[in-house]
């Protein structure tokens, strides 16, 4: 059995961005007018805490794992919309080693990481990609935009950005229009046919599909509280990841381990019998 587990929005340098303890003795409690930006970084040890336990907890679960896809938005980035006024962290370069400390956490044999975002993870002046100084620090095996790993035959769509929905009975829409077009492209020759189609972005989990292919959009790995969030979004957002176990009898499986649920869900994937 080959496990592939997918992580995305770590968000690292934010003040509830995936955050490794070793990188929280900067934050101090702030005294100041009570306001959304103090109310939060005053909790931010505690939210941070709670998230990385949450997190190395998840990334013991899922050992062995195989390949570790890494969908998008490793890090924050300037966070120039709020004026920086979120940031843990300022410092992209040390945004960088946050993340990699992040992937490093789950301790994957081969990792393979997508570009996120342009807001959070480019320099717009220099055209700058910081998941590329992240997979240099890991030594991952491959970064891209757009990919098709393939493991014991089942191939990957692999993509971060997906559109979000405002009504909880739209949100597969998104997911299943991403499958269809990986077909059109794929009867023109012009990629390969996903057998899982993945997408990220929007920080929520949810999930699609028949008896030939399967639409995953992935939890995010950043913790509640950003400015954003609490204004301007009403749905549920969940923290984790997904997985799946692949056997080369042909045998299939995926789960999704999420913090607030007691058990991991487990499900057989599709029938391998179908192509």
């Known amino acids: 059995m080959k496990r592939v587990a997918i992580i995305a929005d770590l968000h690292c340098g934010h003040i509830v961005g995936l955050t490794p303890p070793s ?7 702030l005294d100041g007018p009570y306001d959304f930006v103090t109310k939060v970084r005053n ?5 941070a805490a709670q998230v990385w336990a949450g997190y190395v907890a998840i990334c013991k679960a899922i050992q062995p794992v195989h390949l570790l896809i ?5 890090v924050e980035g300037l966070n120039d919309k709020n004026g920086g006024a979120e940031l843990a962290e300022s410092d992209v370069n040390v945004q960088v080693k946050m993340a990699a400390e992040c992937i490093r956490q789950v301790g994957a044999q081969k990792t393979a990481i997508l570009y996120g975002t342009p ?12 998941e590329n100084n992240v997979a240099q620090i ?3 095996d491959h970064v891209g935009a757009h990919d ?3 493991v014991e035959g089942v191939v990957f769509d692999v993509k971060h950005f997906i559109s979000k929905s405002a009504v909880p009975y739209g949100r597969s829409t998104a ?3 991403a499958a269809f077009w990986n077909m059109v492209w794929a009867d023109r020759g012009a990629q390969p046919r996903g057998s899982v189609v993945v997408r990220s972005h929007v920080h929520y989990f949810d999930f699609s599909g028949d008896a030939r292919r399967l639409g995953v959009i992935t939890p995010a790995l950043q913790g509640f509280g950003s400015k954003y969030g609490v204004r301007d ?3 549920i957002v969940d923290f984790g990841l997904v997985w799946f176990d692949l056997y080369d009898g042909g045998h299939k499986e995926w789960g999704w381990d999420i913090m607030g649920y007691e058990v991991t869900k487990k499900m057989d994937m599709f029938d391998s019998r179908l192509k």
């Open 148 to 150: 098709w790993p393939e």
């Open 233 to 235: 979004c009403q749905g």
């Open 138 to 140: 890991i030594k991952a």
């Open 175 to 177: 997911i299943r229009r």
């Open 43 to 47: 909790k931010a040890f505690d939210i």
């Open 23 to 29: 990188y929280l003795h900067g934050q101090q409690p």
């Open 70 to 74: 890494v969908n998008g938005d490793c």
């Open 119 to 130: 807001y959070h993870t480019s320099n717009m002046q220099d055209g700058m990609q910081y």
